[in-house]
């Protein structure tokens, strides 16, 4: 397997944490795309993900996964013993519920607040941006941080007491914040430790 990626950025990260959490880091290549010169949105990157975006899963018999839940799901399913997407059916949907909301509500407006109301990824990358609707952006990231602080009171991790792929796309929402200086809230002293219990987790270490 192969995944393109640029390494130390928030959602490649996600894979290689999926991947070290797995043990399978060494079962994949991994191939630099450079994003801040804008390969990923050259031909020959937009064949293998037309969004123009990384990471990137190849498999061996050539065919491409991109989106960070899709490939999760495929590392986690490939082995047979799903422990970031959980097993049976109402384990999967709480799982799968506390992503996508962390992915919509944090990571998602994190990322939008970088892209339009700081730099971003630069002047070769960031052809269109929207400082009002950067701030607007920040504010749902915010509000999304108090939902996460009432989920976090009394349990380690977001969809319970074991760390799932909810974690991880809650890890992508604090790289993408410390990338723009967007603090964590004083009053969410459970968002706080969680964050600082991610960032010492080994599989979050290995891939920064
Ligand atoms: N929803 C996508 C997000 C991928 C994404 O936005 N990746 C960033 C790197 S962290 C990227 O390639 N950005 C390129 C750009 O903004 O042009 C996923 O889950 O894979």
């Known amino acids: ?35 801040p010169s804008a390969e990923h949105r ?35 399913q490939v082995d047979e013993n799903s422990v970031l997407t959980g097993t049976g059916a109402e384990e999967r949907a709480r799982i799968a519920m506390y992503q996508r909301k962390v992915e919509a509500g944090f990571l998602d407006a994190v990322a939008d607040f970088f892209h339009h109301a700081t730099e971003g990824l630069g002047p070769d990358v960031e052809g269109y941006q929207n400082t009002e609707w950067g701030e607007h952006r920040k504010n749902v990231a915010i509000k999304t941080l108090y939902w996460m602080e009432e989920q976090l009171v009394g349990q380690e991790f977001l969809a319970g007491d074991r760390f799932t792929v909810a974690d991880i796309t809650a890890q992508a929402g604090f790289m993408f914040a410390g990338f723009s200086n967007m603090e964590i809230p004083e009053d969410c002293p459970a968002v706080k430790a969680y964050a600082e219990r991610l960032a010492n987790r080994e599989s979050v270490k290995q891939a920064a």
């Open 42 to 76: 050259k031909d020959a990157f937009l064949k293998k993900n037309p969004s123009g975006a990384v990471p990137v899963l190849e498999l061996d018999d050539g065919v491409f996964i991109s989106e960070c839940t899709a490939i999760t799901e495929y590392i986690d």
């Open 1 to 35: 397997m192969k995944v393109y990626e640029f390494k130390g950025f928030p959602n490649p990260a996600r894979i290689r944490i999926a991947l070290a959490e797995k043990g399978m880091l060494d079962r994949v290549d991994f191939v630099h795309v450079d994003v």
